[in-house]
């Protein structure tokens, strides 16, 4: 089992920035892919950022360019930068892991991100 944990988040204005993080716990050796996805109120849940253990990294479109996820050397724990935000990306946004030997996947209870225009 994996256990992960959220840190961040938080309310900020149009244009800003903030930075959430996730750690996994556990049994860290199936701890594969990690990243984000968001979901805003009455909208399905959407990428935002996926890292994998050998660094290469996949974006949502809505954030190309803005958002910048990183993974610690090492260690089964991944930040999420977040520029230039926009009300449009007001959102729960969940840590994410997946089995690295399985199909299966693991969420975080999600860190809620608001930004007023």
């Known amino acids: 089992q994996v256990q992960l944990e959220e840190f961040g988040g938080g309310l900020v204005q149009a244009g800003g920035s903030l930075r959430v993080s996730c750690a996994a716990s556990?049994?860290?050796?199936?701890?594969?892919?990690m990243g984000w996805y968001r979901q805003a109120p009455g909208k399905q849940r959407e990428l935002v950022a996926i890292?994998?253990?050998?660094?290469?990294?996949n974006y949502g479109d809505s954030v190309k360019g803005r958002f910048t996820i990183s993974r610690h050397n090492g260690a089964n724990a991944i930040d999420l930068q977040l520029n230039s935000l926009q009300p449009e990306d007001t959102a729960v946004y969940y840590c994410?892991?997946?089995?690295?030997?399985?199909?299966?996947?693991?969420w975080g209870q999600g860190t809620q991100v608001t930004v007023s225009s």
């Open positions: 994410y892991v997946k089995h690295r030997y399985v199909d299966h996947n693991y």
């Open positions: 890292i994998t253990s050998s660094g290469n990294t």
């Open positions: 556990g049994s860290s050796n199936i701890v594969g892919d």
